[in-house]
């Protein structure tokens, strides 16, 4: 409403501005009636020209923020894992290597134990289920600066931000600790318990041996390095039984 009577009135002193000047020329003295016509005249003309032109500028506003909107999405659905919401390992994994260069943490490599029997008891669309709700079970238990995605398949992985070895390895214990005590209703009555195994990586190398886990070396690994040695300790704790943390050698 400001920009409509903005223009105007610009629109319309602008011409009495016109006229005064011109009435004072020698001659050029300007009857009254004139002025009211001069008045009328860019306000009749000036009003329907800004209510339009204003109500297109508030369309073009309008489409604007859906397409930045649109834009925000995309970018989203670009990065995440459409089924359980976490990123996706483009993105993950491209986050990852942003992170190490930043600071040192540890990495965690998650892989559900015997999902294809899953898959092949109770069909792909149970196992989505069982994938979803360990998705939702990683997000509540790492911390909320943490990175969380899934891999693909069964496969999921966790980067703790700054965080040693002897912490992670705890933290990684209440991950499986948290996936054990899902209970998941299957259709037929039955009750799914999904467990997972887990190999642990620390970036900068400083990882400390313990009870299933022995020290690790190498500093400044790349991203890809990093999974590597966790994807090592994880086939390391299913062939040491599944269920269980591993950290890397």
């Not at 003295?29 to 009003?47: A, D, N, Q, R, V």
């Not at 540890?106 to 015997?114: A, Y």
């Not at 642990?200 to 886990?213: E, F, I, K, L, T």
């Not at 300790?233 to 890397?248: E, P, W």
Request: net charge neutral; hydrophobic share 45%; glycine share 8%.
């Amino acid at each position: 409403m400001h920009r409509i009577l903005a223009g105007i009135s610009f629109s319309v002193s602008t011409t009495m501005a016109a006229m005064v000047v011109a009435s004072r020329f020698p001659g050029m003295e300007i009857p009254f009636p004139y002025w009211i016509f001069g008045f009328c005249t860019p306000l009749c003309i000036s009003t329907p020209v800004c209510i339009i032109m204003n109500r297109q500028a508030e369309q073009k506003r309008r489409l604007n923020d859906k397409l930045r909107a649109a834009l925000v999405e995309l970018q989203q659905l670009a990065e995440v894992d459409q089924m359980t919401g976490l990123l996706n390992r483009a993105t993950f994994l491209r986050r990852l290597q942003e992170e190490q260069d930043r600071q040192p943490g540890t990495c965690l490599l998650i892989d559900v134990d015997h999902f294809k029997a899953i898959n092949d008891g109770y069909g792909h669309a149970m196992g989505d289920r069982v994938l979803k709700a360990i998705a939702d079970s990683l997000r509540a238990t790492i911390r909320s600066d943490d990175l969380c995605g899934r891999l693909g398949g069964e496969e999921f992985a966790i980067y703790l931000r700054n965080m040693p070895s002897t912490q992670a390895t705890a933290m990684a214990e209440r991950v499986r600790q948290a996936i054990e005590m899902l209970d998941i209703a299957a259709a037929d009555g039955t009750h799914i318990r999904p467990t997972i195994s887990v190999g642990a990586a620390h970036a900068d190398g400083s990882a400390s041996a313990g009870p299933s886990a022995s020290a690790s070396a190498g500093a400044g690994a790349s991203a890809d390095q990093l999974l590597q040695r966790a994807d090592m300790a994880m086939y390391a704790a299913k062939a040491n039984g599944r269920n269980q943390v591993r950290l890397a050698a």
